[in-house]
């Protein structure tokens, strides 16, 4: 995997969104999900309930909060001045105490095959990224989230498991990623017709989903909410490294589609890979996903496999694998590892990745392969952070290299 931005590979760095609205300075002074430096609370992340008991405070009807709640997540409107159809008054009041915000973009690139990847600052200074993946055929594709800064998880063969956890990101901060990529687009109001080029979400991005779990969960609410955003449940996936005791809630409180970052077919293998293993083992997690709510009605849990030379690649681990999952409804994902400085892994060549996936196939489970995407603006956006991270002790992204792929291969099968 080349290491230098191809020609046809853009990259702004401070980009202010494209559209029209508060200029960079203002979304400095008023960012996302914390109080601004003049004391205003963003309005984004707030859940319909919160926003209920807010408008309630001030002796507004329920019909005011579904008016708002248009406003900010159907019609994506970034300043409480254009709310058109809320009195004077009222609008003059609200701007008091709360804003509509979004974070910083700090970076914005865009690769050869149109992936387009975001560095998002929030109130505080810190960063995460996200990443939007076209799909290769249709007018549509995923974006790909981050849920926390860094992670706390140690996975060796990942980039982001290298850095201490920063913080959990906010519900706020966690949907205005998805908004900004809107913002950019161009995709606001929300697409009635169905035929949206933002159509998925995939909750990939830098951290562990579910030891985040309630922000996620709320952040999720606000993007399914018909009278907003208004993403469809089976167009959203979560990929979780296993954390067990989650798995079933957020099956059960989300109906979202399940991804398994699995990687290993026995506890010896995956003890050495992931660590969380030592304290969920394969017989719990495999468990969890046999009693994950809606698996067995439509759509397969998805187990991403990285593929690593030498070390979890051979016909027999593929044999192993199909043995372990047994009962379970899902596929598998082979993912070719994605170098960074400083691994101790290699990937596998491509001639053995196909012959893990036949061997997966013969034993009645399909694999397909995720071949990389943005390959050009990933490398470079490595080569970006690992400056910020000079100038800011900042995190990185292996998991975000593979976050494109992920995605685009999640779309493809839905
Ligand atoms: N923390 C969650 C979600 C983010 S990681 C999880 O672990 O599932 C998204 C995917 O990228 C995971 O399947 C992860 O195992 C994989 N990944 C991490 N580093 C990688 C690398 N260097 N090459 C290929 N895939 C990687
Ligand atoms: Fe964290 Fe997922 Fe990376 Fe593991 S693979 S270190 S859980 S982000």
Redesign the pocket.
């Known amino acids: 995997m080349t290491d230098v931005l191809s020609e046809n590979a853009t990259q702004n760095t401070a980009a202010a969104p494209s559209q029209s609205g508060p200029n960079l300075t203002d979304f400095v002074t008023r960012a996302a999900n914390g109080k601004a430096a003049d004391g205003r609370r963003d309005l984004v992340g707030l859940s319909r309930d919160q926003l209920t008991e807010l408008l309630g405070d001030m002796g507004e009807s329920k019909f005011r909060v579904k008016q708002m709640w248009n406003w900010i997540y159907n019609r994506g409107v970034r300043d409480i001045e254009d709310m058109t159809n809320i009195s004077r008054k009222l609008r003059d009041r609200l701007s008091q105490d709360y804003y509509v915000g979004r974070p910083v973009l700090t970076a914005d690139q865009k690769s050869s095959d149109d992936t387009h990847k975001w560095l998002m600052k929030f109130h505080d200074g810190n960063e995460a990224e996200t990443v939007y993946i076209p799909d290769r055929n249709e007018d549509r594709g995923a974006v790909c989230i981050s849920s926390q800064v860094g992670?706390t998880?140690t996975?060796k063969?990942?980039?982001?498991g290298t850095q201490l956890l920063v913080r959990n990101l906010t519900p706020g901060e966690i949907v205005s990623q998805f908004m900004v990529a809107r913002d950019s687009y161009n995709e606001w109001p929300t697409p009635a017709n169905g035929i949206r080029r933002l159509s998925n979400i995939v909750?990939?991005?830098?951290?562990?989903?579910l030891f985040n779990y309630e922000n996620v969960r709320e952040a999720l609410k606000i993007a399914m909410d018909g009278d907003g955003i208004s993403i469809s449940r089976r167009r959203v996936t979560l990929?979780?490294?296993g954390v067990v005791p989650e798995i079933v809630r957020c099956g059960e409180e989300l109906g979202v589609g399940l991804?398994i970052?699995l990687?290993a077919p026995d506890d010896d293998l995956r003890n050495e890979l992931m660590p969380i293993n030592k304290k969920y083992p394969l017989k719990e997690l495999m468990n969890a996903c046999r009693h994950y709510p809606g698996m067995a009605n439509s759509r397969p849990i998805t187990m991403?496999y990285?593929m690593l030379k030498g070390v979890n690649d051979k016909p027999e681990h593929a044999r192993a694998l199909a043995k372990l999952v047994k009962g379970v409804h899902c596929k598998f994902n082979l993912?070719?590892?994605?170098?960074?400085p400083g691994?101790d892994y290699e990937c596998t060549p491509t001639a053995d990745i196909k012959r893990f996936a036949h061997t997966l196939l013969e034993c009645g489970y399909e694999a397909p392969i995720r071949w990389p995407r943005g390959r050009d603006i990933l490398a470079a956006c490595g080569q970006l952070k690992s400056e910020s991270q000079r100038q800011r002790k900042s995190r990185a992204g292996?998991?975000a290299?593979?976050?494109g792929d992920?995605a685009a291969n999640v779309v493809a099968a839905q």
């Open positions: 992670c998880l996975c063969f990942c980039h982001t909750m990939m991005g830098m951290g562990e989903p990929s979780t490294s991804a970052s990687h991403e990285v993912i070719p590892f994605n170098k960074w691994s292996g998991c290299k593979a976050s992920d």
